[in-house]
């Protein structure tokens, strides 16, 4: 069904709401998200929507996961399409794809195209925003009636500044004025200026639903890290309530959870506001709990603690016999039975037993990987994209033009003379300014690290430099390094490894020709961050295997592309950058033991067999 249609048929006292999710990299996240879905679908979502990668990236699993749900599990789902850097034709692919589905509801949007836009051109120059795809529907007779289209709009402004507000409030206003049915917006913590855009939509002559972008804090860092690459604005009293937390993960997870709720209460409250459209990041604890604290859950009656009477006649305090606080006995047992009707039965799943239980296991990622089986593994931004274009600049990262500018801007991010590098949008974590002087070492050889961590021995859960996770609990990991090298190096590390590794030393390479080679066993998984927490089982929170090694690889060697167009067809830089990632290896080491701190670098810089 229609969403337009659904929303106007609404009738509910309590707003509506969707939510998003976005396809996982990897099978085993593909077949864990189904039954997050499936249970998150119980809290009688009006729709859900599922996230495009950009220029296509993920199309398959996209079309293949919105069919699932709509067609398999019977829930309306709005099918994210991005514009840009698609080829002529894969757009009707996409929509005709969608409506085999019975899918009838689409988000355009423009997607990511990269940077250095004086050097960009559309693949298909049918599509260069947004208003293009969404005319492109309406005008075909093919489409335009099947489907309900949606657009994004960005209450503090695009991430790319291109225009100011009334200029954005212009464009949205001709995308509406094209055939948009409803209005997504970006992500948001200060509801005040958010009201007030809303009023500046509707004085437009805007009629069409707002359902505003919503995504609870899950971890500090991440948090960090998705407000630089949204460009969104946070009001000084969330960061100071943050910061005295930020070393402790459950309680910035709570507070999340209760932010959340104090700004759907705040804009809803107003009347402006009829639904709420909930990121979750493939994750389902934070936005469940959410829901539940505004009692918008439907379903489960809600159950009181009484006392039962054990048989009638004269009680002390009579009244109470019709209040909330006193049952018979066969209300009581009527009332349970009732109770256990409504509860969910769910199917074993994987996570339940090897990382505490399914709604949870993955709720605190840590590290580069986390876990490949978790459907929350490789988060993306709001709408699908990897975030690389919107952070970094030329001015930071220069015009390389040989390896050694390379090394040089390495060296720059590591001693945070530039706060982010092509790999990273943040400056150096404090835990990998622990091992500095040995990424130093590794980045002055021509290995260009671009992930690490060292290792740790039960630092405490609120550590402000190691730990992670719910307080009272202990942390440990395996030191590892990631970095590119020249396939002659890769030869010396792997002859250092089968001849002084023991059995100590774990490794995966692989380069953009999918050569892949490693140590490992082919089921082998190696658990390099893991937690000890009250009443709960080991948790571990990155781990390092085939699948996600090679899915990591393919992004990394994806960013060297991403960032060689920034630079003109043809120039020194270009040429440089491709020929880096068509001729290097990305290698990735672990050491097993992690009671000893220097034992990842004494390997790699010391020893009998030089690197």
């Not at 950009?54 to 789902?77: C, F, H, P």
């Not at 774990?506 to 892949?516: Q, R, V």
Request: one cysteine or more.
């Amino acid at each position: 069904m229609k969403l337009s249609d659904k929303i106007l048929a609404y009738n509910s006292l309590r707003p509506f709401y969707t939510f998003e999710f976005f396809p996982p990299r990897t099978d085993q996240g593909f077949e864990n998200l189904i039954p997050r879905i499936s249970r998150l679908s119980t809290l009688n979502p009006l729709a859900i929507s599922v996230t495009w990668g950009a220029g296509g990236s993920t199309r398959e699993r996209s079309i293949d996961l919105a069919g699932l749900t709509q067609s398999d599990y019977g829930i309306d789902t709005v099918l994210h399409l991005t514009c840009t850097n698609m080829v002529p034709g894969m757009v009707d692919d996409a929509l005709r794809a969608a409506k085999v589905r019975g899918i009838q509801n689409i988000l355009a949007l423009r997607g990511d195209p990269s940077r250095g836009t004086e050097h960009w051109t559309p693949v298909d120059s049918q599509f260069t925003c947004g208003i293009d795809l969404v005319k492109y529907i309406r005008s075909s007779l093919e489409f335009s009636s099947h489907f309900c289209i949606g657009v994004a709009a960005y209450p503090e402004g695009h991430p790319d500044r291109e225009t100011d507000e009334d200029g954005s409030l212009n464009v949205l206003k001709e995308k509406v004025d094209a055939g948009a049915d409803f209005i997504v917006t970006q992500l948001f913590y200060d509801p005040d200026p958010f009201l007030e855009w809303v009023d500046k939509v509707r004085a437009k002559g805007i009629t069409v639903p707002i359902i505003p972008g919503v995504m609870p804090i899950q971890t500090y860092s991440s948090f960090l890290r998705l407000i630089k690459l949204c460009g969104v604005k946070v009001p000084p009293s969330v960061m100071a309530a943050l910061e005295p937390i930020c070393h402790d993960d459950q309680l910035v997870k709570d507070y999340g959870i209760g932010l959340a709720v104090d700004i759907i209460r705040k804009i809803t409250s107003t009347g402006k506001i009829k639904g709420i459209h909930f990121c979750t990041l493939n994750l389902e604890k934070s936005v469940q709990l959410v829901i539940e604290k505004l009692q918008w859950a439907d379903g489960s009656p809600t159950m009181k603690n009484r006392l039962i009477a054990d048989a009638p006649g004269p009680m002390i305090h009579a009244q109470l016999t019709s209040s909330d606080l006193v049952t018979d006995p066969t209300t009581a047992t009527n009332t349970a039975t009732t109770a256990l009707t409504f509860k969910q039965t769910l199917d074993p799943d994987p996570g339940r037993g090897e990382l505490n239980n399914a709604a949870t296991w993955d709720d605190f990622p840590n590290g580069r990987f986390g876990d490949y089986k978790s459907p929350a593994f490789g988060a993306q931004d709001q709408w699908g994209g990897s975030g690389f274009c919107q952070y970094g600049s030329l001015s930071e990262w220069g015009h390389p033009k040989s390896t050694d500018d390379l090394t040089s801007l390495v060296l720059r991010y590591l001693h945070s003379e530039v706060s982010s590098s092509p790999f990273s949008s943040l400056p150096l974590s404090p835990e990998s300014l622990t091992i500095l002087p040995h990424l130093e070492q590794l980045t002055k050889r021509g290995w260009w690290t671009v992930c690490s961590q060292p290792a740790v021995d039960g630092a405490c859960s609120t550590d402000e430099v190691f730990g992670w996770g719910p307080r009272g609990g202990y942390v440990y990991q395996k030191g590892f390094v990631e970095f590119f090298v020249e396939e002659q190096d890769l030869e010396k590390i792997e002859k250092k490894i089968e001849e002084e590794g023991q059995g100590w030393v774990h490794y995966f390479a692989g380069n953009l020709h999918g050569e892949c080679r490693s140590n490992v066993p082919d089921d082998g998984r190696n658990a390099v961050t893991w937690g000890m927490f009250p009443g709960q089982e080991i948790t571990q929170t990155t781990i390092i295997e085939r699948e996600s090694f090679l899915t990591w690889k393919d992004e990394a060697f994806s960013i060297w592309a991403e960032w060689a167009s920034f630079y003109p067809p043809g120039s020194e830089e270009r040429e440089l950058l491709n020929s880096v990632r068509k001729e290097r290896w990305l290698v990735s080491i672990v050491h097993h033991d992690y009671k000893r701190p220097d034992a990842l670098w004494t390997f790699l810089l010391d020893g009998e067999l030089p690197l």
